[in-house]
C-alpha cells in the first residue's frame, strides 16, 4: 500500500528512479511519471487501465519550461499564459520530436500545464524532466481530490502519494487547443470560458458534437459506480423512483425539507457558489459512492460561469 507523506525529497527519489508518484494539483491529484520515458509512461497507462490512445498531460514548474517540449507558441498562449499560469489551464501545442508518441498518443500535439499548487511546484522544480500526470484514479471513475481518494483507488499500486491536502478547485484543468491565433476549448473545466475571454475576445468551443480532439469529450466519464442521474428537476425526477434507496444532491440545501424523510441529503454549497461546489463536488460523489444507494440524483447547476463544468462532468457521470 502506498505511503501517504509530505515529503518532496522522497517523491523526488521515487519519480526519478522511474516509480510513479501520486500529486496534489489545484485542480485534482494526478498520477505522476518522467514524461520523457516509454518506460514509466507505460505505467501511468497500466496503473490507470487507461486505453493508450488517451494523451496525458506533460506538467511544468515554469512558463519556460514548455520551451524544449513544444513546437510553436502563439502569442495568444503566451498572453493566456501570463494571465493564469501557474493555474488551471492546459495547452494543446505542437509537440518537439523528441517527445515520446506514447504521451501523446501518437498525436502531433502535446498538453502541457504549470500547476498552481506549491508543493508540486516545489517537486518539479527538483527534477529535471517533466512530469507526465493524468488524475489519479481508474480510467473512467471519479478524480481524486484528496490523498484519501487516491489511496482508495490506487493505493495499492503505486509506492507514495504527496498528501498537498484538498484541490482548492476540485475541478480538472480547462484544455485549449489552438487555430492560428485563437483558443479552442477541448475540455471545460476550472478556468471559466468567461475568464478566458477576458484575455481573447474569440473563443471557440469544440463539444461532442464536432470532431473529437480529445477523449475527455468522449461522452462517458468520470462515473461513480453507483448509477448517478443528473436531472434539471429533481420532483420530476423522484417520480419512478420511490421504491429505491435514493441520496439526492443540489447546489444548495433550499429544498431539502420538501424531500421524503427516507432521501439521504448533500448539498454543493450552503449559499449556491459555484466555486464552493466544484471544489466538493468530487468528494461529495466519492462518499456517497460508497454509502451503497441505488441511485445518486444530482441536480444541474447554472450553465453559468464554472457552472458549465460541473454541469459538463455531471452528464458525462450520468446514465
Ligand atoms: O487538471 C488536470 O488537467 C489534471 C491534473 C492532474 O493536471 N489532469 C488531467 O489529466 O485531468 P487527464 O489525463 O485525466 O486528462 C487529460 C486530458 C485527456 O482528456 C486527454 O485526452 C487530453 O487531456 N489531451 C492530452 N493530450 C492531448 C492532445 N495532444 N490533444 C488533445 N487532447 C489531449
Ligand atoms: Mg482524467
Not at 444507494?293 to 453559468?304: G, M
Request: proline share 7%; with cysteine; glycine share 6%.
Amino acid at each position: 500500500m502506498a505511503e501517504i507523506g509530505f515529503d518532496l525529497e522522497k517523491a523526488a527519489y521515487f519519480l526519478k528512479n522511474d516509480e510513479l508518484v501520486a500529486i496534489p494539483t489545484e485542480t485534482v491529484y494526478g498520477l505522476a511519471g518522467n514524461g520523457l520515458k516509454n518506460l514509466t509512461i507505460e505505467k501511468i497507462y497500466k496503473v490507470k487501465n487507461r486505453p493508450g490512445n488517451n494523451p496525458l498531460i506533460l506538467h511544468v514548474p515554469t512558463f519556460e519550461g514548455i520551451e524544449p517540449i513544444v513546437k510553436k507558441i502563439p502569442e495568444m498562449a503566451l498572453k493566456l499564459a501570463q494571465a493564469y499560469w501557474p493555474g488551471p489551464l492546459t495547452f494543446v501545442l505542437p509537440k518537439q520530436d523528441h517527445i515520446p508518441d506514447l504521451a501523446t498518443g501518437g498525436l502531433p500535439t502535446v498538453a502541457v500545464r504549470v500547476p498552481a499548487h506549491e508543493m508540486t511546484r516545489s517537486l518539479l522544480s527538483l527534477l529535471d524532466f517533466p512530469l507526465a500526470a493524468p488524475s489519479a484514479n481508474l480510467s473512467n471513475r471519479i478524480s481524486p481530490t484528496t490523498a484519501e481518494h487516491v489511496a482508495f483507488q490506487i493505493g495499492d499500486k503505486i509506492p507514495y502519494i504527496l498528501n498537498g491536502g484538498q484541490c482548492t478547485q476540485g475541478i480538472e484543468s480547462t484544455i485549449i487547443g489552438f487555430e492560428g491565433n485563437i483558443p479552442v476549448i477541448y475540455r471545460h473545466g476550472a478556468l471559466s470560458i468567461e475568464e478566458i475571454q477576458k484575455i481573447s475576445s474569440d473563443v471557440l468551443i469544440r463539444n461532442e458534437h464536432r470532431k473529437i480532439v480529445a477523449p475527455g469529450m468522449f461522452s462517458k466519464h468520470y462515473a461513480p459506480k453507483t448509477r448517478l442521474i443528473a436531472t434539471r428537476n429533481i420532483h420530476k425526477s423522484l417520480g419512478g423512483l420511490e421504491d429505491q434507496k435514493l441520496a439526492v444532491l443540489t447546489l444548495t440545501p433550499e429544498i431539502h425539507n420538501c424531500l421524503n424523510d427516507s432521501i439521504h441529503k448533500a448539498c454543493m454549497s450552503s449559499n449556491g457558489d459555484l466555486f464552493e461546489a466544484a471544489h466538493n463536488l468530487y468528494d461529495l460523489l466519492y462518499k456517497l459512492d460508497a454509502m451503497n444507494f441505488d441511485c445518486i440524483l444530482v441536480e444541474y447547476v447554472p450553465d453559468t460561469g464554472i457552472g458549465i463544468s460541473i454541469n459538463d462532468r455531471l452528464k458525462r457521470a450520468s446514465v
